[in-house]
């Protein structure tokens, strides 16, 4: 029965003829398989490590009771795969990548309150808060876990941070963005994306011509996974029409692949660069522009929200109300402005 085929098995001769087999599995333990495929005692030991446990990442070069174990196991963890999207997880796994690098042979059980809110306070607001959301989770899991008694992130508090968050797109500024870049180039693509369907970039880099139909476009957002079909704007649907279609993704890098996030947030700076416009122009801040615009036709903050898919609308109110705060001041100032005299005049048939 040695011809048997069996995953995850290698095999390997010695200087001596002898062979061996090992079971081998990213993410497992290498176990030595004894006998022929096939036999009894081999296929004891192969179902054995088949449904043995698997090894968190770094296991092996790390102190246990580590910030380092704790940071590997959170890892390979359901709490760190399940309740997170894709963009959460690259985003709090860069910031404990950075955590374990300074701080990874410390002992997690002696990891103070006051510790953390030190370390907070040398971070910029709104970095803080990424890594205080992080930084709970992770004790949260250490806790489960027993590493912990207590979590001691959970109390602390960061000071509240007055913005607006990525600057709003003027009309001016798009209208510089697009005079610099014409009808068929990459980046005038890359607006006309961002700014007529309101998305965020990790879903812009994912649309292609698969995502179109019937003069509708289906998003199935990355962050919150909604599924959204929203109507291709004309402006949009010119821009398209001018632009290649031979890949999966409308916007592909030099090579042809499709863009990455933080690639695509590095070259859509390089075109705002190109076109003159000032460093806080950035691509989130389309998405922004897109609710301004809607708000100002008029669009409810549901209205609104069917697009961009924001889960809250909070945000989209702020839109909605400025934009109404905008048209009422208008329509009052119309109302100081004196009347000429023909404007004046009430014919009979007004009055009727």
């Excluded at 410390?106 to 103070?112: G, K, N």
Aim: hydrophobic share 40%; proline share 5%.
């Amino acid at each position: 029965m040695s011809h048997i085929r069996l995953k995850y098995v290698q095999a390997w001769v010695d200087r001596e003829g002898r062979v061996h087999r090992y079971f081998r599995r990213c993410g497992y333990p290498r176990v030595p398989l004894p006998g022929l495929p096939g036999s009894t005692e081999f296929m004891a030991a192969y179902q054995a490590a088949l449904a043995g446990p698997r090894t968190a990442i770094g296991a092996g070069r790390i102190k246990p009771g580590s910030v380092s174990a704790a940071v590997a196991e959170y890892f390979d963890s359901q709490q760190f795969f399940a309740s997170k999207s894709a963009g959460t997880q690259r985003m709090r796994r860069s910031i404990l990548e950075r955590f374990r690098t300074a701080y990874g042979d410390r002992p997690i059980a002696l990891l103070p309150t006051e510790w953390i809110e030190a370390l907070l306070d040398s971070k910029p607001p709104h970095a803080a808060r990424s890594w205080l959301m992080t930084l709970r989770s992770l004790c949260e899991f250490a806790v489960k876990r027993r590493w912990l008694r207590t979590n001691p992130a959970t109390n602390v508090k960061l000071s509240s941070v007055k913005s607006d968050g990525f600057h709003t797109w003027t009309d001016d500024e798009i209208a510089l963005f697009e005079a610099h870049h014409p009808i068929g180039s990459k980046p005038r693509l890359a607006l006309a994306l961002l700014l007529y369907t309101a998305q965020r970039r990790g879903d812009v880099v994912k649309m292609g011509r698969q995502h179109l139909k019937d003069g509708t476009i289906t998003v199935h957002q990355e962050k919150t996974g909604a599924g959204l079909a929203i109507p291709v704007h004309p402006t949009l649907a010119a821009v398209l029409a001018d632009s290649p279609s031979e890949h999966l993704t409308f916007l592909v890098t030099a090579t042809g692949k499709p863009y990455g996030g933080n690639h695509f947030s590095e070259s859509f700076r390089e075109w705002c660069d190109a076109a003159g416009l000032p460093k806080h122009c950035s691509a989130h801040g389309l998405r922004k522009a897109a609710c301004r615009r809607l708000a100002e036709a008029g669009c409810s903050a549901n209205e609104i929200a069917a697009i961009s898919g924001h889960a809250s609308l909070d945000e989209v109110a702020r839109y909605t109300k400025a934009a109404d705060q905008a048209r009422l001041a208008r329509n009052a100032m119309t109302r100081t402005v004196p009347r000429t005299n023909d404007e004046s005049k009430v014919s009979n048939s007004d009055i009727v």
